[in-house]
């Protein structure tokens, strides 16, 4: 297979709906990105990388990191993740606090914002720094060592993040966080500030294609737990538009506001995309399509 000539392929595909949808700006700093920007890159589990696009422009990970927050927890923490977060779909939005109150505390799945949260606390918990390991896990696994928060953005959520800071507290109330709110707030903005490419983010997420097996060969996660996490990235990683994305990806894959996706495909590879023009539901209209044509086109679905 030419991989070069399928990712082509598939941001031609894109091209249509690029510039359709809207950036997201209630987050101020991520007001003026280019709504028709777009990259994206393939990794194999061979160590190849592909991109076509802006395929190496940094651009704000967002919730994209949340699964790589999960994925630490679990290889630092084991199963104790799991009974304070829940693995089913939510049905509602990524900010939604309408679930918490009658599951009493307990967030519907890692990949909203309230899971994220107790995820980032018990992380927090675990290492002292929940920002610096997934920082550091993103530089080495991606082989760029200057990946890093990007202090305005993350200034910029904190100023805004008023709703995370109900989210927080009221997970709080039900006895659900080990640390301070506005510790595990810094954290988690600290997290999702991160700037990366499409390079560096498919680089990062190979571990979960190799079933558990990091870069330098040794293991983050068993193979039953890089399937979990796998499992929960299909039936949860984006937003409440899951089942729309199974339907026409049909791959695993973590979305973030920032426009990225980044989708798994076991045993073979990954592939991010990035386009900031997003859907209602927080997911990138051009990065939907990509991944849309690229599996279509080339068999690589779980399906």
Known sequence: MDY????????????????TGRVADYIPALAAADPKSFGLALATVDGEVYGAGDWEQPFSIQSVSKLFTLALSMATGGEAVWH????EPSGTPFNSLVQLESELGIPRNPFINAGAVVVT???LTLTGDAGRSVREFLRAESGNPLLDTDPVVAGSEAAHGHRNAALAHFIASYD???NPVEA???HYYAHCAIAASCRDLALAGLFLARHGL????????SRSDAKRINAVLLTCGTYDAAGEFAFRVGLP??????????????????ICVWGPALDRAGNSVGGVAA???FTTATGWSVF
């Open 291 to 293: 991944l849309d044509a």
């Open 176 to 178: 659900n966080l080990e």
């Open 121 to 123: 606390d018990h992380l």
């Open 84 to 87: 304070r977060v829940g693995r």
């Open 184 to 186: 595990v707030l810094g």
């Open 4 to 19: 070069q000539l399928e990712l082509q392929r598939a941001l031609d595909a894109a091209r249509p709906v690029l510039g």
């Open 253 to 270: 894959g973590k979305s973030g506001v920032g426009g990225g996706i980044l989708a798994i495909i076991p045993g073979k590879g990954t």
């Open 214 to 221: 990091r870069a330098d060969g040794s293991r983050l996660l």
